[in-house]
């Protein structure tokens, strides 16, 4: 899903999550014991987290993770919950400029509310998703290192067509301002009210030994897979 100039799929919600893996507190020199969690379980809060921007699942996420954290000199938090909102806050007017760029600079301006109408909806029907985990495989060990995968699924919106291609093909049909403005608020709304589909996917996690927590420091690459169905 690509939009102007090559613009790759979901960069905004990449570069957000990646500063929402915050870097804030020094290491210290001894640390509690993860609670013991099972995969699925800890599965549910990444997913929680990365997908839905939860922010219970935010803060029970980086308590079972901090002691690990810390014992392996990283920051104590793995996510930052208000990273996560700013970036919520922010997508629908950086989104909405890209939309409204692919459209002639003459009408840009008018179009922008409805482009960023679109983006808020985009945004917001990812947010929703209702997700899953369903069961994870056996842990299998090697080399001390504990490592299994947890299924999951993710109920999301079916539109009839994605809103990259969506917003490129009406900019290209030679639509007037007014009858652009409309498609876009079409687009927009079939995000509101388009039926479900699933996508199931798998997540790895992994742990040195039984007293550490089940981890997977590049999560978001799992769940920015999301991106090609919505």
Same mark, same amino acid.
């Given at each position: ?28 020199? +001894?640390?509690?014991?993860? +609670? ?14 990365? +997908? ?5 699942? +935010? ?29 919520? *806050? ?97 687009? *927009? ?42």
């Amino acid at each position: 899903m690509h939009l102007k100039q090559q613009a790759p799929r979901a960069t905004l919600l990449a570069a957000a999550l990646a500063a929402a893996v915050a870097l804030a507190q020094p290491a210290i020199a +001894v640390t509690p014991v993860a +609670v013991e969690l099972a995969p699925v379980d800890v599965a549910n809060l990444y997913i929680k987290t990365i +997908v839905n921007h939860d922010e219970a699942s +935010v803060a029970k996420l980086n308590a079972y993770l901090r002691p690990t954290r810390l014992a392996g000199h990283q920051s104590a938090e793995y996510a930052s919950y208000s990273a996560l909102k700013e970036t919520d *806050a922010q997508f629908p007017a950086e989104t909405g400029k890209l939309i409204a760029d692919l459209f002639p600079a003459a009408m840009q301006a008018a179009l922008t509310p409805a482009a960023e109408l679109l983006a808020a909806n985009v945004i917001a029907a990812k947010n929703g998703a209702a997700c899953q985990a369903t069961k994870a495989d056996p842990a299998t060990e090697e080399n001390g290192m504990q490592t299994t995968v947890v299924s999951f699924e993710c109920q999301l919106v079916k539109v009839p067509v994605a809103w990259a291609p969506a917003s490129q093909q009406l900019a290209k049909s030679g639509c007037k301002a007014e009858q652009c403005i409309a498609g876009l608020k079409k687009i *927009a709304a079939t995000y509101a009210s388009a039926p479900k589909q699933t996508w199931r996917a798998v997540f790895p996690i992994s742990r040195e030994k039984s007293s550490e927590a089940w981890r997977n420091d590049f999560a978001r690459e799992t769940f920015d897979e999301i991106w090609d169905y919505l």
